[in-house]
């Protein structure tokens, strides 16, 4: 099968926003709302383990904090604080602080002269999408997706395979004519469980994760051609094969 499109993960794989971008966001809105909950560098890179920000944040008031609100206390109060949070978040991305990852912007240009197919599947936000696209690529960088699927096309979040298969069918793709590119292990799990290779591209938090089955694993995309990209594809289709 030919590779008809990449599908790309956000936070973590085209722009480093963990770290600078999210968790201060994160701190400023637990502030804002009265709140001693502060996540440092570190203590973040564990939370990373649960995806989503409102699933983050709830583990976190659970399991960490120990909070005892009543469920739908709770839920109101991490509705308000994911709010703001996307908020200051989307200011931050606004204001150019938020560079793409070395290597993400000419594969991006390579894929669309080649006429691939574009497409994102992230657990985060829309807002926090659109404001990352237009701060880093440009008016117009959204269009150049064909399909945005975030929290709110799939709910669930990843290691679950909803934003894959929602991206897949949204394409009209089969798993074998597409490629993910991927930071994390619960992003190559996601894409794995869709039945789609992943290439990783790992970052400070994600370095050790364990990326058993992907079809490479790079510590940045700054070397990386789109006639790579097609060969692993190649390669992963012709080992299922010989399976
Ligand atoms: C990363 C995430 C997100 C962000 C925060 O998603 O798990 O939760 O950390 O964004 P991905 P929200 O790597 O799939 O792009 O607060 O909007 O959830
Ligand atoms: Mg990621």
Redesign the pocket.
Same mark, same amino acid.
């Given at each position: 099968m030919l590779l008809r499109a990449l599908i790309w993960?956000?936070?973590? %794989?085209?722009a480093d926003?963990?770290r600078d971008a999210?968790r201060p966001?994160?701190n400023a809105a637990f502030a804002e709302l009265g709140l001693d909950w502060e996540w440092d560098e570190q203590l973040y890179g564990e939370l990373?383990k649960?995806?989503?920000?409102?699933?983050?944040m709830r583990h976190y008031a659970r399991t960490v904090r120990h909070v005892d609100l009543p469920e739908l206390e709770l839920e109101e109060l991490l509705r308000q604080l994911?709010a703001r949070?996307?908020v200051l978040?989307v200011r931050t991305v606004a204001s150019g602080a938020v560079p793409l990852r070395p290597g993400i912007e000419h594969l991006l240009r390579q894929a669309h002269v080649a006429g691939l197919h574009q497409a994102i599947?992230?657990?985060? %936000?829309r807002?926090?999408v659109d404001a990352l696209l237009l701060s880093c690529l440009g008016p117009g960088a959204i269009d150049r997706f064909r399909v945005i699927a975030?929290?709110r096309e799939a709910s669930a979040?990843?290691p679950d395979p909803a934003?894959y298969t929602y991206a897949l069918s949204a394409l009209g793709l089969h798993s074998s004519e597409v490629l993910a590119i991927?930071?994390?292990r619960?992003?190559l799990l996601?894409a794995h469980a869709a039945g789609i290779g992943c290439v990783v591209t790992r970052n400070a938090y994600t370095a050790r994760d364990d990326f058993t089955g992907a079809v490479a694993v790079l510590d940045d995309l700054r070397l990386t051609q789109l006639s790579d990209l097609v060969k692993w594809h190649q390669a992963r289709l012709d080992a299922a094969i010989r399976r």
């Open positions: 993960d956000v936070d973590g %794989t085209l926003t963990e999210h966001a994160f990373l649960v995806a989503g920000g409102v699933e983050r994911h949070k996307t978040y599947a992230t657990t985060t %936000t807002d926090n975030t929290a979040k990843k934003v991927e930071d994390s619960n992003g996601a």
